[in-house]
């Protein structure tokens, strides 16, 4: 089992609509988690990070869920703009502050 | 205030040639990270850096070196460049202190080696 798993998608949905992605780790000891936003051939940034109680910014909420190992990225009202890779990543601990990255989910919203 | 800069953003190399990746952070970060890009494969981490005059090997560590001299720079050597190190490159930094453990990447180099 890889140790941070995505669905590829890619997700294809209209303006306007609500998308839901998952993303579960293996790590149990997993202290941190966040979803990074990749645009097509540019650099990942840091959408959000995902705290134990849930957290929201705007259109998007994040959720973990810890006893079954996942978290979540809810996207309300989607927006063209919003097109994109969205990854997933886990921070397992150390001092050597490794983050473990998933493969990403892709995220197409049409006209 | 520039974050994290990466020279060069492109660069092609004829297999066995030699060149360096420079990653630059003005942050004061005391983490600094190597990855490449490849489609389907992900980021995968090349090497990193907890500190200034500190290395460490990541995951596909082969055909690469890096030098922490400076802390605010961190440089990825190719010593023989070989066609499976066409890839983008990108290079991150991380701070210390609690709460939002994110990275900062460099907007990346695209390599091809032919």
């Known amino acids: 089992r890889k140790e941070v798993e995505q669905d590829p998608g890619p997700f294809n949905v209209p303006e306007g609509a609500t998308v839901a992605f998952n993303c579960t780790y293996s790590?149990?000891?997993?202290?941190?988690f966040f979803w990074y936003r990749q645009d097509c051939r540019k650099e990942p940034k840091l959408l959000m990070s995902v705290y134990s109680s849930g957290n929201e910014d705007g259109r998007f909420t994040a959720q973990l869920n810890r006893a079954s190992q996942y978290i979540s990225l809810l996207i309300r009202d989607s927006k063209l703009s919003d097109s994109a890779t969205y990854l997933c990543?886990?921070?397992?601990?150390?001092?050597?502050?490794?983050?473990?990255w998933g493969l990403g989910t892709s995220l197409a919203v049409n006209p | 205030n520039a974050g994290v800069t990466q020279t060069p953003k492109f660069r092609v190399l004829k297999t066995g040639q030699s060149m360096t990746l420079l990653c630059a952070q003005d942050m004061n970060h005391e983490y600094m990270y190597w990855y490449r890009q490849d489609p389907g494969m992900g980021l995968r981490l090349i090497h990193y850096s907890v500190g200034e005059g500190t290395t460490a090997k990541g995951e596909v560590p082969d055909g690469y070196n890096v030098s922490r001299l400076k802390k605010q720079n961190f440089l990825l050597g190719l010593e023989s460049a070989a066609p499976s190190q066409t890839s983008v490159y990108f290079c991150a930094s991380a701070g210390q202190g609690a709460g939002n453990y994110g990275y900062t990447f460099g907007s990346g180099t695209r390599l091809t080696v032919v």
């Open positions: 990543v886990v921070n397992i601990g150390g001092n050597n502050r490794k983050l473990i």
């Open positions: 790590n149990s000891a997993s202290q941190s």
